[in-house]
């Protein structure tokens, strides 16, 4: 049972204000969801990252209550130090005892993380960088991705993939995905930088970037979608989001359009229960 929380003298069922994937919602293996920003939700709308000068106690607490709402133990929660590279990181008891709570200490570097194991929900933090959650209901394997720039151009959604084939056996065109929220392309204005170093993935059709002036607008969500489909991913199952942080920053953390000391939401997804039915 998740217990309703006080929002604005209004008793709120929270898992209702999580954002989820009609494709993934049909795999009763898993639970999953996004959190976003809900105003008087906590100190800080429901914040849940520890970046300074956050309250960590409030900010644990807000990870608890939407691990709850989520449908998972908050003591599962398993994360990883996001460095924007293409680090896969597999996920073991050795990092559900760490957990993710404000003493946790150090936790490994990696943009991605994968499992097959119940019980062990594994969460990535946001503020414009784009969201992906894959399940492989084949293998009851799955994964938590977070990608900006660096990592979509250094190829973390295929890497990703081929982890999950390496260590589960995953065959890339069973797997379902879930290309959630991120900054939209109309605000996610970028440098010649990004351009080269998109361009030199080698991929063209269509295209993830379009001209603005002297510099470019960038697509995060096409452009993982491409590389997850030439990484094997069948189109038919990919399903996207259509959160624009960056527009609807009412309702999301954007550090562009709020700044760098904006909050973070979250991604999680989980393996529940006895996997072995």
């Known amino acids: 049972m998740i217990a309703p929380v006080q929002i604005d003298e209004q008793v709120v069922d929270?898992?209702?204000?999580l954002e989820r994937s009609r494709l993934l919602e049909g795999q009763t293996w898993m639970r999953h969801?996004?959190?976003?920003?809900?105003p008087g939700?906590?100190?800080a709308e429901g914040n849940v990252g520890y970046t300074a000068p956050r309250d960590e106690a409030d900010a644990w607490e807000m990870r608890q209550l939407w691990a709850r709402a989520v449908g998972v133990d908050p003591g599962t929660l398993t994360r990883v130090r996001q460095h924007h590279g293409k680090n896969v990181h597999l996920a073991t008891e050795a990092d559900l005892i760490?957990?993710?709570g404000p003493d946790a200490g150090e936790a490994p570097?990696?943009?991605?993380?994968i499992t097959n194991q119940s019980d062990m929900a594994l969460c990535t933090l946001h503020a414009d960088c784009l969201a992906m959650l894959i399940a492989?209901?084949?293998?009851r394997s799955v994964a938590a991705v977070h990608a900006g720039w660096r990592s979509t151009v250094l190829d973390i959604a295929g890497e990703t993939v081929r982890a999950m084939s390496t260590t589960f056996g995953?065959?890339?065109?069973?797997?379902?995905?879930y290309v959630g929220p991120s900054i939209g392309i109309d605000h996610y204005e970028v440098g010649e930088e990004v351009a080269d170093a998109w361009n030199s993935c080698g991929i063209e059709d269509?295209?993830?970037l379009r001209p603005y002036g002297q510099k470019w607008q960038f697509d995060l969500k096409r452009a993982n979608a491409l590389l997850l489909r030439r990484a094997g991913v069948s189109a038919s199952n990919i399903e996207f989001s259509t959160v624009c942080t960056a527009t609807e920053e009412a309702r999301w953390f954007s550090h562009r359009a709020q700044g760098p000391l904006t909050g973070r939401f979250a991604a999680i997804i989980s393996i529940v229960g006895d996997i072995s039915s």
């Open 14 to 17: 929270l898992s209702t204000e």
């Open 33 to 38: 969801g996004v959190t976003r920003r809900v």
């Open 136 to 139: 492989d209901p084949g293998t």
């Open 170 to 177: 995953s065959r890339p065109s069973d797997l379902l995905v």
């Open 41 to 43: 939700l906590g100190r």
């Open 206 to 208: 269509p295209p993830a």
């Open 98 to 100: 760490r957990g993710a």
């Open 109 to 113: 570097i990696a943009d991605s993380l």
